[in-house]
């Protein structure tokens, strides 16, 4: 079986960490991309990368590469996965995918033209733990979901300059953490929510420093979701039932969870591993690229593209260059 050739666009700290635990049978990782052919080549001889290329352009010029990973600022998403689509290649783009639904929706439209696999690199939804919960879920046995809290906040450095506050490159918690609590609510909510209520803080620049959200489906299922750039919280999501309620710490990578019983009796449930996180999302990839399916996650994808964008509408938080 030929091996599929993978190339990095963006070589930040995110790729870094993604290209360290890259490992799959089917897989290597063929080529990385970067503004600067001094960081390209030193990227790739310290991962032991065959090619490196200066720029964006030449990575998504050579034929032998089968995927594109983005880990550039999400600023750039929509403008990287419209030119790796057009030039035939597969796409994993890292969180937030893009910045509106608009452009998540040309995109889609252009894979499935393309017949090319699109899915953003949201570990929740390829963590084995999280199918094990659905799993507890679907037995019934824990009676009629009601109620999921999640909490995300993280203590930035409060500096103007820096992309956690940069209106200029889609700064704020929303697109960057929000985008998490967002996934986790919605992976386990039973439809997409159809009432959305919030409150929103801004920061000096004009982004969102923290944020309050409501969800509200056509089952009644509430999501109360904490978000927050000046403030730190545990990455922690409660999903409640009838019978019980399972406790989720630091929920995006998660092996781990707790089930606590309506009785006060509590089971610890374990799947997984946290380190091989990257690894289940590219393990996912590749069998969606050679089986030719779409990743079913990308429909979760959209929902909550869709809720970020009734947040920034009733903010009033626009980006010039969407």
Request: hydrophobic residues 40%.
């Amino acid at each position: 079986m030929k091996k599929l050739h993978w190339g990095i666009l963006g070589l930040g700290s995110i790729a870094t960490s993604f290209a360290a635990t890259f490992a799959a049978d089917d897989a290597q990782l063929y080529a990385v991309g970067s503004r600067s052919i001094e960081k390209a080549k030193q990227f790739a001889t310290t991962f032991g990368i065959e090619k490196a290329y200066g720029s964006y352009d030449e990575l998504l010029d050579d034929p032998a590469i089968d995927v594109v990973y983005i880990a550039t600022p999400h600023s750039h998403h929509a403008d990287l996965i419209m030119k790796s689509l057009e030039h035939g290649k597969h796409v994993l783009c890292e969180k937030a995918i893009v910045m509106n639904t608009k452009q998540l929706d040309a995109a889609m439209n252009l894979a499935k033209e393309k017949d090319l696999i699109l899915a953003e690199a949201m570990t929740i939804y390829h963590m084995p733990l999280y199918q094990e919960l659905k799993k507890r879920m679907a037995d019934g046995s824990l009676g009629k979901l009601n109620m999921i809290q999640v909490s995300f906040g993280s203590l930035k450095e409060a500096d103007p300059t820096n992309r956690f506050f940069n209106k200029a490159i889609a700064g704020g918690a929303l697109l960057d953490i929000g985008t998490y609590a967002l996934s986790f609510a919605r992976f386990f909510l039973s439809s997409q929510p159809n009432e959305v209520l919030t409150t929103v803080n801004f920061f000096e620049t004009g982004v969102d420093e923290q944020a309050g959200i409501l969800l509200k489906n056509a089952e009644n299922e509430l999501a109360t979701i904490a978000i927050a750039f000046r403030a730190k919280m545990p990455k922690q999501g409660i999903v409640a039932f009838e019978h019980g309620y399972f406790t989720v710490t630091d929920f995006p990578r998660a092996d781990e969870a707790t089930l606590t019983y309506s009785d006060g009796s509590v089971e610890r449930i374990q799947a997984g591993d946290t380190t091989q996180a990257l690894n289940y999302e590219i393990s996912h990839f590749n069998e969606n690229v050679r089986t030719k399916k779409d990743t079913s996650s990308l429909t979760l994808t959209h929902d909550v593209m869709d809720i970020m964008d009734t947040l920034r509408k009733k903010w009033g938080l626009t980006f010039d260059f969407e």
